[in-house]
C-alpha cells in the first residue's frame, strides 16, 4: 500500500495525522538533516500501522516535505 506524507519536520512531538484515505501529516521531532527525519517518520509509521519500520520503505520525495511511502 503506498501512502503520501506531508512531513513536519523540528515538531514538538511526534504525530500522525490521517487526513484522506491514503494521505497522512506525520510530525517528527528530528532536524531534516542526513536523512533523521526520513527515519522518524518511517519508525513512526510503523508504530501507527502496527508493524516492524523495516516494512516501511521511502519511494519518493527524500528531501522533499511530499513524500510517498510503501507500506507492506
Known sequence: MR????????SKKDMVK???????IVSVTEPPIDGR???????ALAR???IISSRVS????FSSKQKVFEIG
Open 18 to 24: 490521517k487526513i484522506g484515505e491514503s494521505n497522512f
Open 3 to 10: 501512502i503520501f506524507i506531508k512531513a513536519r519536520p523540528n
Open 37 to 43: 527525519a526520513n527515519e522518524a517518520i518511517a519508525k
Open 48 to 50: 501507527h500501522f502496527g
Open 58 to 61: 521511502l519511494v519518493s520525495g
